[in-house]
């Protein structure tokens, strides 16, 4: 194992936010919103070892819960909403920002699952 390349993280990762292959960064790691190709289309690289399971889930509901707890907080004290205001904004904003981010974090994910060689990403093909 210490004869192989080190794969690039930072590249990876940028790649796996952009939702594209760790490997090469043109094709799309994603087929349709969440599923992971079994390969890219472009490069051939194998993806289907990942193993992101509850991760971006869990990542997505920490990132939204610790950006929005302060904002309902300082929206509240500054502006004293009506609650059912409050409640409609608030959650149209947590879905939206949760939707955004989890096919981004499992990018993130398998992304660097790909860079450190784990779970099969690391077998010559």
């Known amino acids: 194992m210490d004869t192989l ?3 690039p993280l930072r590249a990876a990762l940028l790649r796996g936010w ?4 760790p490997n090469c960064g043109a094709g799309p790691m994603l087929n349709g919103y969440l599923n992971v190709r079994d390969h890219c289309p472009v490069c051939g690289e194998e993806l289907h070892h990942h193993r992101a399971d509850d991760g971006p889930a869990y990542l997505t509901i920490l ?3 610790h950006l929005m707890a302060p904002l309902i907080l300082w929206a509240f004290v500054t502006y004293r909403p009506e609650p059912m205001v409050l409640a409609s904004v608030f959650s149209v904003g947590c879905v939206a920002l949760s939707l955004y981010l989890l096919p981004r974090l499992k990018g993130l994910m398998v992304a660097l699952q790909w860079a450190k060689r784990m779970h099969g990403f690391g077998r010559p093909s």
């Open 5 to 7: 390349q080190e794969r």
């Open 18 to 21: 952009c939702r594209r292959c």
């Open 63 to 65: 990132i939204v819960g």
